[in-house]
């Protein structure tokens, strides 16, 4: 059974940092898209951040410039770095991975941006 674990979430002050990180039990993780998605109260889901089985990344404009996500294939976990944080960033983060068909999602994280 394919399980992604997020870790990391905290609450932090306004232009705090946090990083995420999502371990996955999946075979043949390298080939897959990992993404970060987050969702807020009474918002829907949206894309926070990809990365690609080749290392191509893709941002929310919301976000670029601030949040970096990466992985290591070798640990089967992508992160996304978080820095200048802004209340508006408050949300339960998800991480995803993807391989047309296979789709699969994590529990969440939160992560609140409070002073």
């Known amino acids: 059974q394919v399980q992604l674990v997020e870790s990391g979430g905290n609450l932090v002050q306004p232009g705090g940092s946090l990083r995420l990180s999502c371990v996955a039990n999946?075979?043949?993780?390298?080939?897959?898209?990992m993404g970060w998605y987050r969702q807020a109260p009474g918002k829907q889901r949206e894309l926070v951040a990809q990365?690609?089985?080749?290392?191509?990344?893709n941002y929310a404009d919301s976000i670029k410039g601030r949040f970096t996500i990466s992985r290591d294939n070798a640990k089967n976990t992508v992160y996304l770095q978080m820095d200048t944080l802004k209340p508006e960033d408050t949300a339960v983060y998800y991480c995803?991975?993807?391989?047309?068909?296979?789709?699969?999602w994590g529990q969440g994280t939160q992560v609140t941006v409070s002073s």
């Open positions: 990365i690609t089985m080749t290392g191509n990344t």
């Open positions: 999946i075979i043949e993780f390298s080939l897959y898209t």
């Open positions: 995803n991975a993807n391989f047309s068909p296979l789709n699969f």
